[in-house]
C-alpha cells in the first residue's frame, strides 16, 4: 500500500506530544521525519529501506531508522501492526491536516495489535538479554568456586629455620657432644642466635604484611 504526500506542519503542541517528548534524542530526527512522512492518518507500510531514503535520503540509514523505530515505539510514539501479509506503523499522534486529507488507503490497524516481525526482534532482545545475564551469573559462579578453592588450598609445607641453620657443633663435633666443648659451645650459642633472628625476621615481616593489608582497605586513599 502506498501512502499519499500531503501538506503538513509540525506545531508546537505537536512536539509537547508525551509519545515524543520520552523519546531518546538520537531518535527524534526519525520521529520529526515519520511526521512528514505518513499518510493523513499516520500510517505506511515498514519498509526500513524506504522509510531511510525519506527521511534520511543518501545516507546508508537502514539500520538506524530500524533502531529508532523500536526506540519510537518503546515511547509510545507509534504502533506496529501486521494487515495484509505485511508490516505497518501507526503513529499515536498524526499531525493535523484539512479534513479532506486526512484519509489512507493503509488497512486498518486492528486494536494495539503489535507486529510479529517486531514482536520477534523485542523477544530477541530479551533473549539475548537474557543469555547474557545468564552467562555472567555462570562467570561468577566460576569464580567463586576458584576462590573458594584457592581459600582452601593446602598451603605448601615450610622450610624450617633448623634446616638452613649452622650446626650445633664444632667442626669436630657437628652434632654436638655431652662432654665440655669450648668450640662445640661458641657454635651452639651461634646457632641459637642465628635461630632466634630468623624467627624475629619472619615475625616482622608477617606484622608488616599485616599493616599493609589494613592501609589498603582503610588507609587514606590521598
Known amino acids: 500500500m502506498s501512502t499519499k504526500n500531503v501538506q503538513r506542519k509540525i506545531s508546537a503542541e505537536d512536539v509537547q506530544f508525551p509519545g515524543y517528548l520520552r523519546a531518546p534524542i538520537a531518535a527524534k530526527p526519525t520521529a520529526l521525519g515519520l511526521w512528514l512522512h505518513t499518510d493523513g492518518l499516520g500510517r505506511r507500510e515498514v519498509v526500513p529501506e524506504l522509510i531511510a531514503a525519506a527521511i534520511y535520503p543518501g545516507e546508508a540509514a ?34 493535523r491536516i484539512d479534513s479532506r486529507l486526512a484519509w489512507s488507503n493503509c488497512p486498518e490497524p486492528p486494536v494495539r495489535e503489535r507486529s510479529r516481525t517486531f514482536a520477534a526482534v523485542g523477544g530477541a532482545r530479551g533473549r539475548a538479554g537474557a543469555r547474557v545475564r545468564a552467562e555472567q551469573a555462570e562467570r561468577a559462579g566460576q569464580w567463586a568456586t576458584w576462590a573458594h578453592e584457592q581459600e582452601n588450598r593446602p598451603a605448601p609445607p615450610k622450610r624450617p629455620l633448623l634446616l638452613d641453620a649452622p650446626p650445633i657443633g664444632c667442626p669436630d663435633h657437628p652434632h654436638g657432644r655431652f662432654e665440655n666443648c669450648g668450640p662445640c659451645g661458641t657454635a651452639r650459642k651461634r646457632h641459637d642466635r642465628w635461630v632466634q633472628e630468623a624467627r624475629y625476621g619472619e615475625q616482622v615481616a608477617e606484622y608488616e604484611q599485616t599493616q599493609d593489608g589494613e592501609e589498603g582497605w582503610g588507609g587514606d586513599p590521598f
Do not use: K, M, N
Open 62 to 95: 537502514t539500520e538506524l531508522v530500524i533502531e529508532h523505530l523500536l526506540l519510537l515505539e518503546e515511547s509510545g510514539f507509534l504502533d506496529f501492526y501486521s494487515a495484509e501479509d505485511a508490516e505497518w506503523l501507526q503513529l499515536r499522534r498524526p499531525l
